[in-house]
Nanobody
Framework: EVQLVESGGGLVQPGGSLRLSCAAS?????RAWFRQAPGKEREGVAT????????YYADFVKGRFTLSQDNAKNTVYLQMNSLQPEDTAMYYC???????????????????WGQGTQVTVSS
């Protein structure tokens, strides 16, 4: 059973930055970040193969958000720059432990989920 723990959320002003962390216990092959704002569906933000270099970002974060990973710590990071009020949401880390040959931001493809960390962008 994989367990995920997110951290790094908080309150930031528009234009500011935050770095989210997703620490995993157990083996995972891919990790992804999703977000969900009140009254909206959960949407994919970015995903990465564990131990690899391939990444995939949703269009609305390209050029602003960057994934990185520390394999020794089994942790994936999401660096978020140029944050805007519309980025306000609960951010969730998700993981898969299957070997698949593609990156995806489909919610149902990830069997493991963290509890989420709140990101609020407001002046």
């Amino acid at each position: 059973e994989v367990q995920l723990v997110e951290s790094g959320g908080g309150l930031v002003q528009p234009g500011g930055s935050l770095r989210l962390s997703c620490a995993a216990s157990g083996y995972t092959t891919a990790r992804a970040w999703f977000r969900q704002a009140p009254g909206k569906e959960r949407e994919g933000v970015a995903t990465v193969y564990i131990g690899g270099h391939n990444t995939y970002y949703a269009d609305f974060v390209k050029g602003r958000f960057t994934l990185s990973q520390d394999n020794a710590k089994n942790t994936v990071y999401l660096q978020m720059n140029s944050l805007q009020p519309e980025d306000t949401a609960m951010y969730y880390c998700a993981a898969d432990d299957r070997i698949r040959g593609y990156l995806t931001l489909r919610v149902h493809e990830y069997p493991y989920w963290g509890q989420g960390t709140q990101v609020t962008v407001s002046s």
